[in-house]
RNA sequence: GGCCCCGUCGUCUAGCGGUUAGGAUCCAUGGUUUUCAUCCAUGUUACAGGAGUUCAAUUCUCCUCGGGGUCACCA
């Protein structure tokens, strides 16, 4: 059984990068039929917090990825670590280094000032004599101090190390007993019997010595994807400080989950020309050998695209919904269906979407002064009176076909083109030049409001 | 700097030795519309460079250049 999973640090929210890792995990497992876990790298005391781990959470069910059983946490594992410390301890694989973070300091900057590799000397790695005792010692395990390494990546094909290149005999405990990350992963994802680890290829650097502790414990070696990273504007690594990566800001923007999952699914993946893809398709086609190696630049384009799309194929009554989280109560309007067909095949978001209908159903508080000049020329008051007249002698409008029918009279009527009629009465009642139909407009808002914003366009002397 | 990864339209990508290098988005133009948007149609734009291998390279190899990642008692 396939069994991936998302292991975030909560330092803060999430964001779009890690949103993409665990969707891919998420898919992947769905697609086996396997599970897909959730682990909490909560191990650095400093900088974890418990709202960035509901964070997390929120916009997990936001997004509907649900994660398999019991969510881990690393601070609660602190004795399963210690455990297989000793263990190393006592098979003689791992050893105390008394060298102080100082000495450390002084060994490294002696190996920049000769420009060699930065790396533990080894000087504890045998040691027998009678250690200092006024340092607390770290645990180093012992790592090859030659040969190879190689990563079988699935989507980068094998990497290999020299070991001489990038290993040394690495802390596997810091001096206050409390493990490090190389460490603890790899035992996590063993213990939790993850066998298809996909990750940010920023991660790429660790797992040698990650392999490292798979051999050492003598666990299996799961198979690893490294995943290109997401890119800002400037080309580098997307982090928190770039702004709207938090994956709960597209919430508020006016997002729709799908779009934002249908997105992120489609940066760095591909499934030939495929764009759209419903999340029952994701899970079936989704393939972590169809990632592609190369990073990209996040451009949320294509994300405006796909929302619109979104939203265009949402049923009226979820839009209804949705829409009170922008402040917009809808439900017992009677002309919602006529008022959300014409209205959501022009937004990009939901924020846009409650903006439009505001538009329409208040009055305008002001008028475009451009579009007053283009339209009220010429006869355009009389029309609009004539107009206004003929609605007042209409017994029930509802549709926005009887208005239509009004308009087409008086057009008819008076020898006029449409536009003679259609320009003033759109400024009259939206203040603007542009906006849906205006036959939709007034069976929205109604006969009674139609005529008060006409008689109002015409008192304010356009 | 060492090590590692990557390099097709502005952006997201297809391509897996022989293609008029395809799609999407963006942009532009035209059509539809009383306007704007939608929608439809059309169009501009790409294989980083150089050597090989081959009858044939975007595709395979090497080099150069360019970009990125990583080098902690952070994760």
Redesign the pocket.
């Known amino acids: 059984m396939v069994v991936t999973r998302f292991a975030p ?1 909560p330092t803060g929210y999430l964001h779009i990068g890690g949103l993409r890792t665990a969707l891919f995990s998420y898919l992947w497992a769905k697609k086996n039929n396997g599970k897909f876990v959730l682990r909490i ?4 005391k400093a ?1 974890n917090s418990e709202e960035a781990t509901q964070a997390i959470l929120n916009a997990f069910e936001w997004l509907g990825l649900e994660a398999d059983g019991e969510i881990t946490y ?1 601070s609660k594992r602190e004795d399963i670590y210690k455990k297989y410390i000793q263990q190393l301890l006592d098979e003689g694989k791992a050893y105390k280094c008394y ?3 100082k000495e ?1 300091d002084v060994l ?1 900057e002696e190996q920049m000032a000769n ?1 060699e ?2 790396k533990y000397n080894g000087k504890y790695r045998d040691f027998c004599g009678t250690p200092p005792e006024d ?1 607390n010692p ?1 645990i180093r395990i012992k790592a090859p101090l030659s040969g190879k390494i190689v990563v079988h990546d699935g989507v ?2 094998d ?4 070991a001489e ?2 290993l040394d005999d690495f ?1 596997i405990a ?3 007993g ?1 493990p ?3 460490f603890v992963v790899a035992i996590d994802d063993a213990l939790m019997g993850i066998n298809e680890v996909i990750r940010g ?6 797992t040698p010595k990650q392999i490292v502790v798979y051999e050492a414990l003598g666990f299996d070696i799961p198979k690893f994807y490294h995943v ?2 997401i ?1 800002n504007a ?4 997307l982090s928190k400080r770039d702004g709207a990566t938090d994956v709960m800001a597209y919430k508020e923007m006016g997002y729709l989950p799908q779009a934002l999952l249908n997105f992120l699914v ?5 499934h ?2 495929q ?1 759209i893809f419903s999340m029952n398709e994701m899970k079936e086609l989704f393939d972590p050998k ?1 990632i ?6 996040y ?1 949320t ?2 994300l ?2 796909l929302n ?2 979104y939203i ?1 194929n949402t049923p009226n009554d979820e839009l209804v919904e949705l829409l009170t989280n922008f402040g917009l109560i809808l439900s017992s309007h009677d002309k919602k269906e006529i008022l959300l067909d014409a209205l959501k ?2 937004a990009k978001t939901l924020k846009e979407l409650a903006e439009l209908i505001h538009e329409i159903i208040t009055a305008p508080d002001a008028y475009d002064a451009k579009a007053v000049k283009k339209a009220f020329k010429g006869n355009a008051i009389e029309v609009l009176e004539e107009f206004a007249n003929k609605l007042d002698e209409a017994k029930e409008l509802h549709l926005p076909s009887e208005y239509h029918h009004i308009m087409q009279e008086v057009v008819d009527n008076m020898e006029i083109g ?2 003679k ?3 003033p ?2 400024v009259a009642l939206l203040g603007k ?7 939709v407009v007034m069976s929205v808002i109604g006969k009674d409001e139609t005529i008060l914003r006409i008689t109002n366009a015409i008192a304010a002397d356009l």
């Open positions: 640090s790298e909560d191990t650095d900088r690393q060298m102080s973070k450390l490294r420009k590799r930065t340092v770290v980068k094909g990497i290999v190390f020299q290149d990038i802390i810091r001096a206050d409390s490090t990350y190389n290829d920023d991660h790429l650097s660790n290109p990273m890119h400037q080309g580098k690594k489609r940066l760095g993946w591909s030939g020309d764009e169809d592609n190696k190369s990073a990209s630049i451009n384009e294509k405006d695209w619109s799309h265009k095949e022009r449409f536009g009629i259609g320009n009465l759109r030049m542009s906006g849906p139909g205006l036959d």
